[in-house]
């Protein structure tokens, strides 16, 4: 989320953005990409945890990036068909730093881009869920003379929800977002530009 005047200008609102600013509710949970599947084909990654299946193994994981590794060299793969090498990536919920953690079977695990491999980190040791929306295409907000900037693929707390009206007394469905950092604002609903998902996040119980 990302804060700007009217006039384009951050340094007007300094003292505005400051009063934005709160502390993380519960610091232990963190976002994880939960994996599933059976084999290398069926791998997938998810936000929320399945009440319908059984984690991936780790070493499925293990398995497919062997794979890729020789795709890499031949520039082809499994059927003979070129590659798209931005394709070949390890599993991870995001690029973001204390977002590449992954759960498997075996526990939670985090890519260690030194060494090129999946090292095993903790358990998981309690899961808490969360409804969030996410932003599907980059949307204004206003609030005065202060316009948050929805930025595209950006993940907010959906805190609640309330009826309001416009002008013309229309109603408006009200979400009311937040970030972690951040107190919540109120945008208004609009399925073409946000999607409503739930979210399970982690405590881990770190290895020694």
């Given at each position: 989320m990302k804060i700007a005047s009217e006039k384009g200008s951050l340094?007007?609102?300094?003292?505005?953005?400051?009063y934005l600013h709160r502390e993380i509710e519960d610091p232990e949970l963190i976002p994880v990409l939960f994996m599933y599947g059976e084999n290398v084909d069926d791998l997938r990654g998810s936000r929320s945890i399945s009440?319908?299946?059984?984690?991936?193994?780790?070493?499925?994981?293990?398995?497919?990036?062997?794979?890729?590794?020789?795709?890499l060299k031949s520039g082809l793969n499994r059927?003979?068909?070129k590659i798209d090498f931005s394709d070949i990536s390890p599993w991870m919920l995001s690029n973001k730093e204390a977002e590449g953690l992954i759960v498997c079977k075996e526990g939670v695990f985090e890519w260690n881009w030194e060494r090129e491999k999946y090292e095993f980190i903790g358990k998981i040791r309690r899961t808490d869920r969360h409804k969030t929306v996410t932003i599907l295409k980059e949307s204004k907000v206003n609030?005065?003379?202060v316009i948050h900037l929805l930025d595209q693929n950006d993940i907010?707390?959906?805190?609640?929800?309330?009826?309001a009206y416009d002008v013309e007394m229309k109603p408006v469905v009200m979400l009311v977002l937040?970030?972690?950092?951040?107190?919540?604002?109120?945008?208004?609903?609009?399925?073409?530009?946000?999607v409503i998902n739930n979210q399970d996040f982690v405590a881990i119980s770190y290895i020694k």
């Open positions: 340094k007007d609102l300094k003292k505005l953005a400051l009440d319908s299946e059984e984690f991936a193994s780790i070493e499925t994981l293990r398995k497919q990036y062997m794979e890729q590794k020789s795709m059927y003979g068909s609030f005065g003379r907010y707390f959906l805190d609640g929800e309330y009826v937040h970030q972690h950092g951040y107190v919540p604002i109120a945008v208004p609903y609009d399925n073409q530009v946000m």
